[in-house]
């Protein structure tokens, strides 16, 4: 039996699911940690490549972890990690299969949470990497990961990126991403329950309500590399504007305090007229240069967005229906193959 001293204090979930291209990087990054009192729990998610035997390979650390699941999808394989998890960890990280840690990252990570005992979680910067770990793009990703906004006036406008980051400030956008760059305390995690794998933008959806148990402290310093690669790079607009929509409802519609009902209220507001505001420009200048019909169209849909008081809650069961489909077509292409 491990001594008290020896015993994790972090617990690093890995969803795993056909990926052993990367796997191997990503356990390298993790082993290399300055900070060592750690363990590693890779949930296999009913994988069918060679992932699973890269793991094993790395057992001899006896840190490493392998738990498996069929495949329920990544929001069941981070909660099923998390179950398991030493009794002693103080601490838990949802790392993707394929991103990477600068060597220094936990020990900055844990660093800054444990001087902030009311915080929910602490956060670093990524960037995004390329199938060959080689940075893309340079400094866009932690440009986007900045652009936190705060509510002034009825508009919404810049907010310091030292600043805290608290629940209302991952209503419009999610910016506390990939999972990989936070360290969230344990006690708040438990407060808040697990991913919920009927929505689509399940990773967004959870911070939002992880957040309701403290702040989330930024550390401004790039210690992620943020994978970007075929499988996950394309995309599917239409999928991410129901994955939107749905959190949008949930976290609008749920329940709040007076004075943050009102703060995700008015933010809903201004987030609309904005937008609204932009679509009309769009019009303008779509007609201006002749093309009329999209121009009119644009034009319509800046009106929807300033009649639109708030999200419906019909966009929760949408996107509930939606996953549902995923899920009834993943099981049924495994059982053809």
Same mark, same amino acid.
């Given at each position: 039996?491990?001594?008290?001293?020896?015993?994790?204090?972090?617990?690093?979930?890995?969803?795993?699911?056909?990926?052993?291209?990367?796997?191997?990087?990503?356990?390298?990054?993790?082993?290399?940690?300055?900070?060592?009192?750690?363990?590693?729990?890779?949930?296999?998610?009913?994988?069918?490549?060679?992932?699973?035997?890269?793991?094993r390979?790395?057992?001899?650390?006896a840190?490493?972890?392998?738990?498996?699941?069929?495949?329920?999808?990544?929001?069941?394989?981070?909660?099923?990690?998390?179950?398991?998890? *030493?009794?002693?960890?103080?601490?838990?990280?949802?790392? +993707? /299969?394929?991103?990477?840690? #600068?060597?220094?990252? &936990? !020990?900055?990570?844990?660093?800054?949470?444990?001087q902030?005992?009311?915080?929910?979680?602490?956060?670093?910067?990524?960037?995004?990497?390329?199938?060959?770990?080689?940075?893309?793009?340079?400094g866009?990703?932690?440009?986007?990961?900045?652009?936190?906004?705060d509510?002034?006036?009825?508009?919404?406008?810049?907010?310091?990126?030292?600043?805290?980051?608290?629940?209302?400030?991952?209503?419009?956008?999610?910016?506390?991403?990939?999972? *990989?760059?936070?360290?969230?305390?344990?006690?708040?995690? +438990? /407060?808040?329950?697990?991913? #919920?794998?009927?929505? &689509? !933008?399940?990773?967004?959806?959870?911070?939002?309500?992880?957040?309701?148990?403290?702040?989330?402290?930024?550390?401004?310093?790039?210690?992620?590399?943020?994978?970007?690669?075929?499988?996950?790079?394309?995309?599917?607009?239409?999928?991410?504007?129901?994955?939107?929509?749905?959190?949008?409802?949930?976290?609008?519609?749920?329940d709040?305090?007076d004075?943050?009902?009102?703060?995700?209220?008015?933010?809903?507001?201004?987030?609309?007229?904005?937008?609204?505001?932009?679509?009309?420009?769009?019009?303008? /200048?779509?007609?201006?240069?002749?093309?009329?019909?999209?121009?009119?169209?644009?034009?319509?849909?800046?009106?929807?967005?300033?009649?639109?008081?708030?999200?419906?809650?019909?966009?929760?069961?949408?996107?509930?229906?939606?996953?549902?489909?995923?899920?009834?077509?993943?099981?049924?292409?495994?059982?053809?193959?």
């Amino acid at each position: 039996m491990r001594s008290n001293a020896e015993s994790p204090i972090v617990t690093i979930v890995i969803p795993l699911y056909n990926g052993e291209r990367f796997i191997e990087e990503t356990l390298r990054s993790v082993l290399a940690q300055t900070f060592r009192r750690l363990e590693v729990i890779v949930v296999d998610d009913g994988s069918t490549d060679g992932g699973p035997g890269i793991v094993r390979t790395h057992q001899s650390d006896a840190r490493v972890h392998l738990a498996t699941n069929p495949h329920l999808g990544v929001a069941e394989a981070r909660n099923t990690g998390a179950t398991q998890a *030493s009794e002693r960890s103080s601490y838990l990280v949802f790392l +993707d /299969a394929d991103d990477v840690w #600068d060597p220094g990252a &936990l !020990a900055t990570l844990v660093s800054t949470l444990e001087q902030r005992p009311d915080a929910a979680g602490a956060f670093a910067l990524a960037e995004y990497i390329d199938g060959d770990g080689q940075v893309m793009n340079p400094g866009d990703f932690p440009r986007h990961m900045r652009g936190r906004e705060d509510l002034r006036d009825g508009r919404l406008v810049p907010r310091d990126s030292a600043a805290d980051v608290r629940a209302e400030h991952l209503f419009i956008a999610n910016l506390v991403y990939p999972p *990989s760059c936070l360290l969230i305390r344990r006690a708040a995690h +438990d /407060a808040a329950g697990g991913f #919920d794998g009927r929505f &689509l !933008a399940e990773d967004w959806e959870f911070v939002a309500r992880l957040a309701k148990h403290g702040p989330f402290v930024p550390v401004d310093r790039v210690l992620v590399g943020y994978r970007r690669h075929t499988s996950n790079a394309s995309g599917n607009r239409a999928r991410n504007v129901r994955g939107a929509r749905q959190v949008w409802a949930a976290v609008y519609h749920a329940d709040h305090s007076d004075g943050m009902r009102q703060r995700i209220r008015g933010i809903w507001r201004a987030h609309q007229a904005r937008t609204a505001r932009r679509k009309f420009d769009e019009g303008r /200048a779509l007609i201006a240069h002749g093309r009329l019909l999209p121009g009119l169209a644009q034009a319509a849909d800046g009106v929807a967005h300033t009649l639109l008081r708030h999200p419906p809650r019909i966009w929760i069961a949408l996107g509930s229906r939606t996953r549902a489909h995923e899920v009834r077509s993943s099981a049924l292409s495994r059982v053809d193959r």
